[in-house]
Structures are given as C-alpha cells and as structure tokens.
C-alpha cells in the first residue's frame, strides 16, 4: 500500500473521530456547512456541530467517574426537541448499574430518560472511536462503592465449550560408557467443560518409559476430577469431588468430597487482602493524601466532617500510614495509623469461611471421613478472629486464636487442642500454639518471624493419625516430618539499602520429642544493580541431627539411638546477569559459581528472545562441576547444552540438547491448548484456568495481543490464554498482518470473566474489497461533505468526505451505492460500480459519477 494512500486512509478516518465524537458540556461552536460549496450543499454535516452524535442505537461500555459499570450495552441517543442536537437515553438498569443512591419512580424497567432526569448537575461524554460513555456524577449522588468494584451483574459466566490442554515432554538419555539407553513420554493433561456456571475439571497424566534393559510400559494416571461453581451471592466458590482443604489454620488435606470457601478475587480490588481503614475529621473540604514509607498510596477529596477510608489496596510491603489533611484554607493536619499484618490478619468488615466434608484420599483401607470448618473475620484495625475445627472417628482438634496489630508490630496466636487415638490405639492429647510476628520499621526493614510449639508430646494432626491407623492395618510404613515435632522457629530480615542493595537474612531450626532429630538452618543474600548489571550473593549453612529409623522405619516402631547421624554442609553461590540487547533481540549473559564442602561449580549462560512479541526464545550454556574426597580432588566433569522455544498459533514447540562426560540427552516438548465450542475446534496457548475464545469473523490472520503467539484461524477464532477474573481484561487484535479484504469494525473488547470462564469475545468485522471512490456529480460538483452512503442492502456503510471521496468495503462485484445527504428527490445520487475481487490490490482506486434519481 502506497504512503498516499495511508495518509488518505488515516486522514478520513480522524476526521470521522473528530465530526462523530459527542460531548454534553463544554464551550459550543458553529461550523456553517455553506462554507463547504455554497448554501445548497454541506447541508447534512450540520449536524456534527458541537461533535454532535447522530441519531440511533450505539452499544456502548458505559464508565461513571471513570470506572466501568456496564460493557455493550445498546444505549439510543436522540435528538433534543429544541434543536438538532442528540443526547444518550439511559435505561433504568444503567443507572442502577451506576449505583444512583435515589432514582425517581419509574413503571417499565427498559423506559429510558436523558441523563439529566435522572441525576441532575450530571455530564455525559460519548466517544464514538472506542465507543465508550462516560457520565460523571457527582460523588453526593453515588452509594459509596470500593475502588475497583465491578457490578456481578457484569460478571461474565462465559460460553459452552469443552477444552483440552497439554504440556508433553520426550527425553532420550544415553550413558556413553555403558551404553544404556533410555526414553521417556510425560504429558500433563487438563479437561473441562464448561456449562454456563458450572465447571467440570479433570487432571491426568500419560506417561511411557522405554529402555534397553527393562523394554517398555505405558501408564496413564487419573490425579483428581472435580465441579466447580462460583457463588457471586456470597462471595464463595462451590467444589465437589477430588479437592484440597483452602486453609492455613490446619494445613492442607487431599480428599474426596464437598467444599465451600470464600474466593477472594470476587472482591473488588480495594477490598482484597489485609489492610487498615483510615478514620478522620476535617474541618472543611479537604484534600487527603496517603504515604507509606515517603510514598503516595491514595488520595481523595472529602467534605467537612468525619471521613473514613477503607479501600486501600493491600500493599507488598506493610509499613504504618501517614496521612496528611488539607484543608481548603491551606492548614495541613498529620497524624499515623500503623500498619502491620501476618499472613492470617484480614481487612477489618471482611469475613473468611471454609467448609469441607468428606474422605481424606490414599486411606481409603481405613475410616477417613472428616469435617474440616475455619472461620476468620476482621473486627477492626486491631484485632482479627479465627476459629476452627477438624473432627474425624476418634480425633477431634479444636482451634482458637486471631492477630493483634499494633504500632509495635502484628502479632498472631493460635492454640490447637486434638485428642485422638493413634499409636497402639492408645488415646493422645496435646496442645500446639502458634505465634507470628511481622513488622516494616521506617527505615524499610521488614521482619517476620514465625515460632511454632507443640507444648506436649500427644498433639496429632489428623494426617498423621490416619498415617499411622494405616500402617496398624495394613503394613504399609509411614514416614512423617511433623509427627513428634516440638518446636520449630523461622524468621526472615529484609532490609532495603538504597542505592547498595538490598540484604536478607533467615533462620530456622526445628526439633522432635525423644531427641529423634534436628534441623538448623541460617541463610544469608545480598543482591544489587549497578547499571543494567545484576548481582547476588548467598550464602547458606545446613546442620542435621537425624535419626536413621525416623526415615527409614514406620513411626509404630521402637527407635535404635545408635542410628543417629549429623551432618553440617556450607554453601556459597555467587550470580551475575548481564544484558546484550541487539536491537529486537532481547540477550542477556549470565554466570553462577556455586561451592559446598562436597563440590564446587560454575556454569555461564546466555539467554535471549526475538521477535516483536519474543515468540522465539532460547539459551544455551556450559559449565563444570568439580567434587571433593578425602585424598584429592577428583576430576571436573564438564557439561554444556541448550534448548529453543518457538510459540506459535498452535502453542509452543521445544527443543533441548544436553551433553556431559558420559552422557547426552535430546528432547522435544510442545504445549497448548484445544477448544471445542458451537463453532468449530479451535487449537491455541496453554492456557490458563480463566480464558477467552476469540471470535472475529473474515479477521483471519489477526495477531492477538499477549496471546503467546495466538493468531485469529481462517474460521475467524483464536485464544488468548490468560484473564484476570472478576477484573476488566482488555482484549486487543493487531490487524497489521490480517487478512486485506475485512477490517475490524474496533480493535479492543472489554471482558470481567468469573474464575474459570472461557470467556466468549466478538469483535465486528466489515467485509469486502477496500476500495476509494471519488465521485462527482454530473455536473463536475460533488456530493456534500457528511452525505451517508448505503449499500444495496440498505446499510449504511459510511459517509461523503472531503473532495467527494468515500471509502467502503463492497463484498459484491457489481452493484451501485446510494449517497443522500437530505429528504428530497433531489438530495441523492447513485454510483454504480464493477470491481475484480479477486485482484491481490489490497486497496482499489475509482472514480465514478453520482448520477441523480
């Protein structure tokens, strides 16, 4: 295509934006349309003064103060009774969407009224390019909703499709020296299908081996099938069949059965996580600025009087909030509201809630049925509740605690009781207690530390209750890195250096009744940026008091003291990184030293991608690993190899190739995703639990933005492989390589998907030959500037531009284009035109005479 012809393309298509875009305030201009050829033409394009709309039906994502309250929703805009001007007609479910404190009494519920009857002092922007309309309202008017907030009613459930998805890995290894061969097939599988609100979800794996020695097998492995079905009424989200118990008071079960836990994500943004309301008083109106730790968090205008903030989003780091007053008068007042939570503190008004029931997987040979019920809420700034119970045949645990936040950190305490009968039959009670600690000092440093006691020997879980019921059983030997435990301790230092780094420390040791063992452990990382290059060091050192039987042996057995060993081991690493970008190829060089008292190593490697969306990626590497004896140092083996990723509409391709002293290994491994849905199969990315099916009929060739390669399909479909639940996700095509004979009507959709949606997204397309008409009359005029233009279907395909031109799609061969710019017999024409579509022009030039009816 021609620069001229882009500049013809490109200079209609803003003055359209310009002419069509609408705005309700504002100072008001005249264009007189006698200025374009005289007072009998132009006539039509009046009504484009002040960016007036035309008249009809829009769908339109409607935004309030800036925030989404509905998406394509048809909104008719008509024309005001004094003049030719148009306004938006807002039906009723609008304005509730928009969360209007008081509506006037109203009979239908699709009656629709102009803005200004509805909430008065209120204003209206439409823009016709992105075909959004944006009212603002004043705050006074609105119900007070958090930032982020999305009304459920906009909530998309998603469409009828069944989906597969895999991640396959081949491996072929072979021992040079023994010349011992062998392969081997793994592939990850995903299923679903998707009715409406409810999910059915099945995880496998395939898996084949075959070698030289021991021949081959094939094995597939069911891992867990389940329903899924989110509850937006209660915020929950409902699970049947194979599950994993949600909560971190007891710790996490594989069972059998039923579940109803809180999500979370259903939240609006404002609302997730932990973090404290700020409560105030102003004088007069007043400017709020929020800091944490220097920075700006939130600010906000208030009116006079007592005001309170409970959105702020949960930060990374906590540290306490510094809030700052301006009154209108300029005085500033300042005062701090600490900061500090652990991991179960909860936003003050919010409530957490697990329930399961059912049967703990693997111990199906004895009685595994349980009840599992935890319930947390945040009280206020301070103080957060947690309650629990577990119960089973013969073993019940109680459990009671919550986190105190305070200015001098936050603390957390949770008491378990359990009785139960475990080892010999014989009836075990025991208390554990629980105790967090978290705090971000001014300076940046953030501690957390966390001790776990279990103050008697006869504490169980109920995992290794079943455990060991089993092994009474049947035989079977139980291993277990929690039953007998007594204390463990754990805490980690994170101190920010400024331009010198950032430096973190950790500790954690633990230990077992009867002295059965010990752990110890110290850690120590300082990293840092000089320029583009990255740097780390670590260092790490491990002490172990173990008993050989507590491994080796099932936990009914006696213990053998003379099995104890101990064993300590330093290491040390050392990383940099260093980038090497060639223009769209993204390189980096990175190189790891790594030493023990057993070994040292050291590895380089160079990593890159290419391609304007780093389709392609690939590294490559080698290195040495020298071990230790008590005479000398042995040998260094020396390993190198690589491996390449191309994504591609399909998914993604791999391959890998490793060699060392007596070895080499290939690979190949490819991954992505197949949907079945009412159009057709679709093959994609690997995906992830929430997606969209893209539908943008004739757009073959589109490129879906962040789709891993996705590409719209000559059926018009295509997957992008990643949305944010219960979040607007803006859906983009890049129609730079798409197909030339169909262009897209708007390049971006808006979707709030529910969590394991495949959510459905259309874009409209135009179809048909590009082609560039200037047209003149018979008697060398030219049709005034604005005259709509119809096809021989009678749709509206476009208006008269400047000089006469008109661009249009034309689908047929033959045929003629109506252009009217008024009512009378004389304020229209018809060009008739003949085209070769099967010309490989992507854009066609013509000129042709508007002949009068």
């Known amino acids: 295509m021609s620069p001229t012809i882009n500049l013809n393309r490109k200079s209609l298509a803003l003055l359209i934006a310009i002419v069509c875009s609408g705005s309700a305030q504002g100072e008001e201009y005249y264009f007189d349309p006698a200025l374009l050829q005289g007072a009998t033409y132009g006539q039509n394009i009046a009504r484009f003064n002040e960016q007036q709309t035309p008249s009809g039906d829009y769908l339109a994502d409607v935004y309030v103060n800036g925030t989404l309250v509905t998406s394509s929703t048809n909104i008719r805009f008509n024309a005001v009774k004094e003049g030719q001007q148009t306004e938006p007609c807002l039906p009723l479910s609008v304005m509730k969407a928009a969360q209007i404190k008081s509506l006037p009494a109203t009979d239908a519920a699709t009656e629709c009224r102009p803005l200004r009857e509805w909430v008065p002092h209120a204003g209206w922007q439409f823009d016709s390019a992105t075909l959004r309309l944006l009212l603002t309202i004043p705050m006074t008017e609105l119900t007070h909703k958090p930032r982020g907030y999305i009304s459920p009613s906009e909530w998309d459930s998603g469409a009828l499709a069944l989906f597969l998805r895999h991640n396959t890995n081949w491996t072929h290894t072979e021992n040079t020296d023994s010349h011992y061969r062998y392969q081997y097939l793994w592939s990850g599988l995903n299923m679903g299908v998707n009715l409406g609100l409810w999910q059915v979800r099945h995880q496998s794996n395939l898996r084949y081996a075959n070698s030289n020695q021991s021949g081959s097998a094939w094995r597939y492995n069911s891992v867990r099938t389940w329903v899924q079905r989110p509850v937006a009424s209660i915020n929950s989200i409902l699970s049947l069949g194979d599950s994993y118990t949600d909560s971190s008071l007891f710790g996490s079960l594989s069972f059998n059965g039923a579940k109803l836990v809180t999500d979370e994500r259903m939240r609006p943004q404002g609302k997730r996580g932990y973090a404290p309301e700020v409560r105030g008083v102003a004088a007069s109106s007043a400017h709020v600025v929020v800091k944490q730790l220097g920075k700006v968090i939130y600010e906000t205008n208030v009116p006079p009087g007592p005001f309170y903030i409970d959105d702020l989003y949960n930060t990374r780091y906590q540290g306490d909030l510094e809030v700052e007053v301006i009154e209108a008068s300029g005085k500033t007042s300042r005062f701090t509201v600490p900061y500090s939570s652990v991991p179960d503190s909860v936003r003050p008004g919010n409530w957490h809630y697990s329930l399961a029931f059912g049967r703990v997987r693997q111990y199906y040979d004895i009685e595994n049925r349980f009840f599992e019920g935890t319930f947390q809420h945040g009280v206020n700034n301070t103080i957060t509740l947690n309650l629990g119970s577990r119960i089973a045949q ?40 629980e105790l967090s600690y978290s705090k971000t000092f001014t300076t940046g440093t953030n501690l957390v530390l966390a001790a776990y006691r279990y103050s008697t020997n006869g504490f169980r879980d109920l995992q290794d209750v079943l455990g060991v019921r089993r092994e009474a059983k049947t035989g079977i030997d139980y291993y277990s890195d929690t039953l007998h435990q007594r204390n463990r301790l754990s805490a980690t230092v994170s101190q920010p250096l400024g331009r010198l780094g950032t430096l973190n420390l950790s500790a954690s040791t633990a230990d077992y009744y009867n002295n059965q063992s010990r752990i110890t452990q110290l850690q120590m990382g300082y990293s840092n940026q000089w320029r583009n290059i990255s740097y780390g060091v670590n260092i790490a050192r491990q002490r172990t008091t173990w008993d050989y039987d507590r491994f080796y042996h099932g936990v009914n057995e006696p213990l053998d003291v003379s099995s104890r060993q101990k064993y300590t081991e330093t290491t040390m690493s050392f990383n940099v990184s260093i980038p090497l970008d060639w223009g769209e190829n993204r390189t980096s060089v990175a190189m790891n030293y790594n030493q023990s008292s057993q070994s040292r190593s050291s590895t380089v490697s160079m990593t890159g991608s290419s391609g304007e969306n780093s389709d392609l990626s690939w590294s490559v590497y080698g290195g040495y690993e020298r071990y230790r004896n008590s005479n000398s140092d ?64 004739g757009a073959q060739g589109a490129i879906v933005q962040n789709g891993q390669g996705a590409v719209v399909d000559r059926f018009g479909y295509a997957i992008l492989p990643s949305l944010s639940p219960y979040r607007v996700n803006n859906v983009t095509l890049d129609t730079r390589k798409m197909r030339s004979d169909a262009e897209l009507t708007g390049g971006s959709q808006q979707i709030v998907p529910y969590a394991g949606a495949i959510a459905r997204v259309n874009f409209a397309t135009i179809s048909g030959k590009a082609v560039l008409i200037s047209v003149k009359m018979p008697d060398g005029g030219i049709p005034p500037m604005g005259a709509d233009v119809f096809n021989g279907e009678d749709t509206n395909i476009g208006m008269v531009g400047q000089s006469g031109q008109i661009y249009a799609r034309i689908a047929h061969p033959s045929g003629s284009l109506l252009v009217r710019w008024g009512t009378g017999a004389n304020q229209r024409c018809r060009v008739a035109y003949q085209l070769d579509l099967h010309t490989k022009e992507p854009f066609l030039y013509l000129n042709k005479i508007c002949e009068k009816e």
Not at 406 to 430: D, I, K
């Open 394 to 433: 013969r073993y019940q645990a109680w459990l009671a605690g919550g986190v105190w936040a305070t200015g001098m950190g936050a603390f957390g305490l949770n008491a378990t009781w359990s009785n139960a009968r475990a080892e010999h039959n014989e009836r075990q009670q025991g208390w554990r207690a």
């Open 634 to 697: 042995s040998s260094a083996p020396t390993t190198f190899g690589g491996n390449l990723q191309q994504n591609t509409r399909f998914g993604a391709l791999r391959a890998n190739y490793d060699q060392g002293d007596n070895y080499r290994q290939e690979g190949l491994g490819a991954s992505g995703t197949l949907v079945l849905h009412p159009g057709g199969l679709t093959a994609g990315p690997y995906t992830s639990d929430t997606f969209a099916l893209i539908h943008a009929d």
